[in-house]
């Protein structure tokens, strides 16, 4: 243990008294969405998040810097650290170890002490009961004051009272776990989704080492897939690592850390010449979607700062409207961090900050931080000024191309687009829309839809690239006018001209289908772009979703099979071939959605009884934005890099 370690431990220590419970498990079970947010592949990384968590809050409290995960041979997990270790003496209340209380009560912890932990991350503070309640096994072992204690769970009972294991000189606790099938979609978990989340937690908390490691396979050299994770510099190292596959405007991280009314804030950002505007907050390591007080603090620090810079340099006298503060933010990359002892969370998601006191604190420190950059270095405050200069010109193009998009397309009556064929249904909920590659493939899904609530949008080849373009050019696309009208949406509220209003969405469902093959597979990218960019309120409300028709028709006789994959299309032909020797087996491969005639297209990809729909999320904002810019950018190498290890085969379309 370090001296400053020690002195931190005599100074409070941390036993069964600090361990505050609220509520009891019961409930877990019966709704596990409620606590984890879903079922499926999202909610099962989010137990390793809840275990994480708890060693993150040893590190921010200072007694901890290792962090350690392990995805078994079996697909369980194991989270190992180096910090004092759960307390194992009797807590008084509850009757029993404070191990058995952390683990079996919800919302059971230290983080409920305001002494214990002055920040805690994690959103609900549900913690490791919560994944305990949810896995059909889980192991704790702690190493604590000499000695290795352990205590095993099934489905959050204990199977035995704590018990010591032997002496030991480490600290720190060790949580083994295996998730629930009959509770999860699946059980598997993916490396990468991981992999990403501590890459973000290492840059949020600098100077704690995070490593992950799969032992489910190994490489030709017999290693496993292994990763660690380590950042000095903090936030300034994850924005440089966003920004790398763009072309920088200013070769700078503008940088700071420190308290301000208390609250920690620590902030980086530079400009790149891009159009876009990426902005990443966190609290208490919490990537907050939908922004609020923190993220409000730091635009209003941001204008303020850079307008009255502008100003003072006579840069503006020659401009002939008002500058917002969008144009202060485009190409701008920035992630915003702050620590806040009693977070308010609200919005759909429980993702955006209320605390109103932050909003000074963010503010305060950006003005300071900007105030001393631009005057240390006044080229590249030259340079940020004019690229906002631009972005203003740009701003007031685009404003009269939007209400180009949102004029009444008086030729069709409707005011929607000429290509759309509508369905009957009125009500969005029950609505879906597809966007379908080309005239012929529309031709085909219009005859084989069910036109009660499918409408079908044909698009005619590849849409603009939004990543490259400027706003107004954007806006002046034809398919992409068109997506804006048929779904409704409108451009612009009284806040801000980038946000979406949705009220008036007008389906629910928004699918994109495209061919099977390299072109369709960049079309897709191209749309998921847009989206991405433009219509993340859509993506974030889970409206996204791609139609996946099938790559094979397997045909032996009278009887056939559709093939989505390889695997299936080897496994079909060989049970064809050991059905009966009357006639050999034919294999069809749909490059395109115009091979299939409309009864086949319906069956395979637009029934809602048969088909897969495969839902677009976001699991981390950051790690999305950056593999758009990636594969969607000026930057080469990056996007070559990035293919060539994600490529598992080619395919080659002759």
């Avoid at 941001?302 to 502008?310: G, S």
């Avoid at 203003?392 to 009269?400: E, P, S």
Wanted: glycine share 8%; aromatic share 8%.
């Amino acid at each position: 243990m370090s001296d400053q370690a020690e002195n931190l431990e005599n100074k409070k220590d941390y036993s069964a008294s600090n361990i505050q419970v609220l509520e009891g498990l019961e409930a877990v079970r019966k709704r596990p969405a409620m606590y984890i947010g879903d079922v499926g592949v999202r909610g099962l990384h989010h137990l390793v998040y809840e275990v994480v968590d708890n060693s993150i809050d040893e590190a921010l409290a200072g007694y901890c810097d290792e962090i350690d995960v392990f995805i078994n041979e079996d697909n369980s997990i194991t989270v190992n650290d180096n910090g004092r270790g759960i307390p194992v003496d009797f807590h008084e209340k509850e009757g029993k170890s404070a191990l058995e209380v952390v683990m079996t009560v919800l919302h059971a912890g230290g983080k409920f002490d305001k002494d214990t932990y002055k920040v805690s991350g994690g959103l609900h503070g549900v913690g490791v009961s919560c994944v305990n309640a949810l896995s059909t096994k889980l192991r704790a072992e702690v190493h604590r004051k000499g000695i290795v204690y352990e205590q095993e769970y099934n489905i959050g009972v204990p199977t035995y009272d704590v018990r010591e294991l032997g002496k030991t000189e480490k600290t720190g606790t060790k949580v083994t776990f295996w998730p629930d099938k009959g509770i999860f979609e699946t059980t598997e978990y993916n490396y990468d989704t991981l992999s990403s989340r501590l890459r973000e937690l290492a840059f949020l908390n600098k100077g704690i080492r995070l490593s992950i490691t799969d032992l489910r396979n190994t490489d030709e050299d017999g290693n496993h897939l292994h990763e660690d994770f380590f950042s000095e510099d903090g936030l300034s190292e994850f924005v440089s690592f966003l920004d790398e596959s763009r072309e920088q405007l200013i070769p700078d991280v503008i940088y700071m850390d420190g308290e301000k009314n208390d609250i920690p804030v620590e902030v980086a950002m530079t400009y790149n010449t891009s159009y876009g505007e990426n902005l990443h907050s966190y609290v208490n390591n919490i990537n907050t979607h939908e922004g609020g007080t923190h993220l409000s603090g730091f635009r209003r620090g941001l204008t303020r700062t850079l307008k009255k810079y502008a100003d003072e340099s006579g840069m503006l006298s020659k401009l002939k409207f008002d500058i917002s503060g969008d144009d202060f933010r485009e190409g701008l990359t920035a992630v915003i961090s702050v620590k806040v002892a009693e977070p308010q969370f609200e919005g759909q998601t429980k993702t955006k900050l209320g605390n109103k006191d932050v909003i000074g604190a963010v503010d305060q420190a950006v003005g300071e931080m900007l105030t001393n950059y631009l005057e240390e270095h006044p080229k590249e405050a030259k340079t940020i000024v004019q690229k906002v200069i631009i972005a203003a010109q740009a701003r007031h193009a685009a404003r009269k191309a939007r209400e180009m998009v949102q004029r009444k397309n008086v030729m069709s009556g409707s005011g929607l687009p000429g290509k759309l064929s509508d369905c009957s249904e009125k009500d969005a909920s029950q609505c879906e829309i597809y966007l379908v590659e080309g005239d012929s493939a529309g031709g085909t899904a219009k005859q084989g839809r069910d036109r009660k609530f499918q409408a079908i949008m044909p698009l005619r080849g590849k849409i603009l690239n939004v990543e490259k373009a400027m706003q107004h050019k954007i806006f002046e696309n034809e398919e992409i006018k068109n997506i804006y009208t048929a779904l409704g949406v409108k451009l612009g509220t009284e806040e801000d001209e980038r946000a979406l209003d949705t009220s008036k969405l007008r389906y629910h469902k928004v699918i994109i289908m495209c061919d099977a093959d390299v072109d369709g597979s960049h079309i897709e990218t191209l749309i998921l772009t847009f989206f991405f960019r433009h219509m993340k309120e859509l993506v974030e409300g889970g409206n996204i979703y791609i139609a996946t028709p099938p790559l094979y028709l397997v045909k032996k006789g009278n009887n056939s099979r559709y093939c989505w994959s390889d695997e299936e299309r080897d496994k079909s032909i060989e049970e064809f071939k050991g059905a009966g020797k009357e006639s050999s087996v034919s294999v069809q491969r749909y490059k395109g959605l115009g091979e299939m005639n409309a009864e086949q297209l319906w069956t395979t990809t637009m029934d809602p009884a048969m088909r897969t729909l495969r839902q677009v999320t976001i699991d981390s904002a950051a790690e999305a934005d950056r593999i758009f810019s990636m594969l969607m950018g000026d930057e080469v190498p990056p996007r070559r890099e990035f293919i060539e290890k994600n490529a598992k085969y080619a395919n080659v379309d002759v």
